[in-house]
């Protein structure tokens, strides 16, 4: 049975001399696992259309076993993403993070929308670092994570300074500090931005500029949340790690100008 969808490549591994076996998430049927036979050949219809970050429509062939790739349309191949060291590691990051939360063959539209807007959003040269921030607060609750963030988990006020606390998931109020001795102090402009990445959509919220150290602080929340609470670390994380301790190893350096003729 043929079967057309909308997807997009999370990875491709190869197969013997020629193919590959391409990872694809698509809208309609989930995540499927496909060959690519002679994708490896740079003259192969299928060379362009399995490479990872590639969104597009993909013909699969099913059967009983992994479906064949017979043919794909490029809606958008990514190409920026891959050109940019930062870029392309957070995009992998993001990929990655998705792969590991979703079960092959279950349709997440929901979820396929994120990650579309997301590499859409990082190919336009928006931050990918803030961009990876709003798929990992996003993607808590397909890790089974509800955080409470609209108002204190424990009395439900809405107003006065907020925490959040691990232990509760969420947000408490200035009121209930004393349940939680390991809570996190937040500014209000903190827990604004927290909501930001959980419930605003990517395509919504503009080119956001933030400072280093906030972003830091809002991941340090989240990947606590996702070591502790999913029990997940992403071998994509390492590399993301010591990329921003040591940027300047990753950054070209631009060539000095030539000097000045008499």
């Known amino acids: 049975m043929l079967q057309k969808v909308e997807g997009i490549v999370l990875r491709a591994s190869s197969y013997g001399e020629s193919n590959k076996i391409v990872t694809i998430f698509s809208r309609e049927l989930g995540k499927r696992a496909a060959m690519a036979r002679g994708a490896k050949k ?17 013909l699969i062939q099913q059967g009983r076993g992994m479906g064949t790739l017979q043919q794909g349309e490029i809606i958008d191949s990514m190409r920026s993403v891959r050109e940019d060291i930062f870029a392309t590691a957070y995009a992998s990051f993001i990929m990655e993070l998705v792969d590991k939360l979703i079960d092959d063959e279950a349709p997440k539209p929901q979820l396929f929308e994120i990650l579309q807007q997301a590499l859409h959003a990082i190919s336009e040269e928006y931050d990918p670092e803030a961009i990876s921030l709003f798929v990992e607060w996003k993607l808590l ?7 409470t963030l609209h108002q204190c988990t424990n009395c439900g006020a809405t107003d006065g300074e907020f ?8 947000f408490l109020c200035h ?6 001795p390991y809570i996190i102090r937040l500014s209000p402009s903190q827990v604004k931005l927290i909501r930001t990445f959980y419930t605003v959509p990517i395509n919504q919220v503009g080119k956001l500029t933030l400072k280093k150290e906030t972003k830091g602080f809002i991941k340090k929340i989240v990947r606590t949340i ?5 029990g997940i670390r992403l071998k994509s994380q390492h590399f993301l790690d010591q990329m921003e301790k040591t940027p300047e190893f990753f950054t070209p350096r631009k060539e000095d100008p030539s000097p000045e003729e008499d």
């Open 42 to 58: 740079p003259t192969s219809r299928l060379a362009s259309i399995s490479q990872p970050f590639t969104y597009g429509y993909f």
């Open 141 to 147: 609750p397909t890790a089974g994570i509800y955080p």
């Open 163 to 170: 925490a959040f606390s691990f232990s509760q998931i969420g």
């Open 175 to 180: 009121r209930c500090f004393s349940i939680d």
């Open 226 to 230: 996702y070591s502790e609470q999913v």
